[in-house]
């Protein structure tokens, strides 16, 4: 599994960062100057895991039923937010503490944690821009954002960074754009193959009304095996190329249809995936912290253990914001995936939680997770993905108090 393949989470232990009228979560700062701000967080959990090293449903230790434990989380983080119109700039770092209990498993403590940078020179109507950004990763940690579960937190542990940078061109205002980036992604693994990854990507978006556009993307890379004792990994120049729209339907509905084709050009041609890949997406908002979205992605992901897959994912998403303090949250897909081989893989993940603002800066949730992943067992797997491709069930509920100033 990817670092950030689609997995998706609303609840990551350790609280959401919630943008609602009465500012909850957002935290007061410590100012630098006149509009700059230093953030702290700090989360204190605990959770239940019935299946911390995602272990064979069918039992790879002697003793199968003592899978389960109980961890602790502390995770303190820190913010650097440094806005303004021509230079904005954001630091973000955090530390995530685990400590396996040893209730079904060893006892054990893992560290982990991620940090990252955002850098904007030029404002959004300037004839010129450029960012740059760059998220470093050390598994275990929990993420924020849509589809950051770690690979494997316990057993496949990683370092990952990506990054891109982008200049951006507003000939004529805000109408047509036009951006020209370079992308990189490395993935080291503690013990399987590492790869590394980067390329050139181009981006063009003409809004021909005021909320909706027409997107081009282009992006063309190398995938290569850093270190592949096993031999098990092909370099690959993936491309890909879309065309969609984005933007609102009315002033509550919005959505994004895109249609495309990818394709991994691997060393290997008749171990390579070529296909029309696309999404749709609609998001219906009720409100500021209350909307509803449904949509289904079609993508190929290169990965360094058997080349490459098509994934095929819909899902749903919800989230109910009730008096600002007591949010609800829902998140289910189910991905399909096409390794080469006809070798497929079922993958499902479903969230849902509660929190609860006590004040602007404290908040409480309770959350539940289900993790499920199921190889299809009628074709010879090959000796890389034996352990990669567990046929696996994982069952979260995790409970978290969160400071944010």
């Known amino acids: 599994m990817n670092k950030f393949s689609v997995l998706a989470t609303i609840l990551m232990v350790g609280g959401a960062r919630v943008a609602s009228a009465q500012n909850y979560g957002a935290g007061m700062g410590f100012p630098i100057g006149e509009k700059s701000r230093i953030h702290t967080n700090l989360d204190l959990g605990v959770a239940f895991d019935s299946n911390p090293s995602r272990l064979d449903n069918q039992g790879n230790t002697p003793d199968p039923g003592t899978k389960s434990d109980w961890r602790g989380l502390i995770r303190p983080g820190l913010v650097i937010d440094v806005p303004g119109s021509s230079v904005m700039l954001n630091l973000r770092g955090q530390?995530?503490?685990?400590?396996?209990?040893?209730?079904?498993?060893?006892?054990?403590?893992?560290?982990?944690?991620?940090?990252?940078?955002?850098?904007?020179?030029?404002?959004?109507?300037?004839?010129?821009?450029?960012?740059?950004?760059?998220?470093?990763?050390?598994?275990?940690?929990?993420?924020?954002?849509?589809?950051?579960?770690?690979?494997?937190?316990?057993?496949?542990?990683?370092?990952?960074?990506?990054?891109?940078?982008?200049?951006?061109?507003?000939?004529?205002?805000?109408?047509?754009?036009?951006?020209?980036?370079?992308?990189?992604?490395?993935?080291?693994?503690?013990?399987?193959?590492?790869?590394?990854?980067?390329?050139?990507?181009?981006?063009?978006?003409?809004?021909?009304?005021?909320?909706?556009a027409l997107v081009f993307h282009t992006d063309i890379s190398t995938f290569q095996p850093v270190s592949d004792p096993l031999n098990t990994t092909l370099s690959a120049t993936p491309l890909r190329v879309t065309l969609g729209l984005v933007g609102q339907v009315t002033a509550k509905l919005s959505a994004e249809a895109t249609v495309g084709y990818e394709d991994l050009f691997s060393e290997d041609a008749d171990n390579s995936i070529r296909t029309v890949i696309g999404n749709g997406v609609l998001t219906y908002s009720f409100s500021e912290i209350s909307a509803i979205s449904a949509g289904y992605r079609r993508r190929v992901f290169p990965v360094v253990v058997l080349n490459g897959y098509t994934s095929d994912a819909p899902f749903v998403q919800a989230k109910l914001g009730i008096g600002g303090r007591l949010i609800f949250s829902l998140y289910g897909q189910y991905e399909f995936r096409s390794y080469v081989g006809d070798i497929g893989v079922q993958v499902a993940t479903g969230d849902a939680s509660v929190e609860y603002w006590f004040f602007e800066f404290l908040n409480a949730s309770l959350g539940y997770r289900l993790m499920y992943q199921n190889p299809n067992q009628d074709v010879p797997m090959p000796a890389a993905g034996t352990a990669f491709l567990q046929d696996f069930s994982r069952h979260q509920v995790m409970f978290n108090i969160g400071l944010r100033y």
């Open 95 to 212: 530390a995530t503490i685990l400590q396996y209990f040893g209730a079904g498993t060893a006892s054990e403590t893992t560290f982990g944690g991620d940090v990252g940078a955002r850098l904007q020179l030029g404002g959004d109507d300037s004839f010129l821009s450029f960012k740059l950004e760059d998220t470093l990763v050390r598994t275990p940690a929990f993420l924020s954002e849509p589809g950051t579960i770690a690979s494997d937190e316990r057993r496949f542990r990683e370092w990952n960074n990506r990054g891109t940078a982008r200049i951006t061109l507003r000939p004529g205002g805000r109408a047509l754009e036009f951006d020209l980036g370079y992308l990189n992604e490395m993935v080291i693994y503690d013990n399987l193959p590492a790869s590394q990854r980067h390329g050139g990507l181009f981006e063009a978006r003409w809004k021909f009304l005021p909320k909706t």
